[in-house]
Nanobody
């Protein structure tokens, strides 16, 4: 499956932004999807994941502020980000894992989110 993330940009602290990740190539509904992020000089961080049927869980740093959703008819997963903080600044990546994979085996190219104070 090919993944294409979009929607990044510059936003002020306290603002909101929605990222999209469009998938193509295989049956999107069979994949668990996730968002990760990587800030400059830091390790990649888990943001959240959504199951094939739409159950989402989140990393502690974004819980209550970010929401992941998916539209299987549109082959797209979304990351709605609210109450953004400067520490949310990072390149955000979407990833996909099929049912038999132990780890996320498909990755998008990343989209940059910059939160100004």
């Amino acid at each position: 499956v090919q993944l294409q993330a979009s929607g990044g940009g510059l936003v002020q602290a306290g603002g909101s932004l929605r990222l999209s990740c469009a998938a193509s190539g295989r049956t999107f509904s069979s994949f668990r999807m996730a968002w990760f992020r990587q800030a400059p000089g830091k390790e990649r961080e888990f943001v959240g994941t959504i199951s094939q049927v739409g159950f989402a869980t989140y990393g502690d740093s974004v819980k209550g502020r970010f929401t992941i959703s998916r539209d299987n008819a549109e082959n797209t997963v979304y990351l709605q980000m609210t109450s953004l903080k400067p520490e949310d600044t990072a390149v955000y990546y979407c990833a996909a894992k099929d049912r038999i994979a132990a780890t996320y085996n498909y990755w998008g190219q990343g989209t940059l989110v910059t939160v100004s104070s």
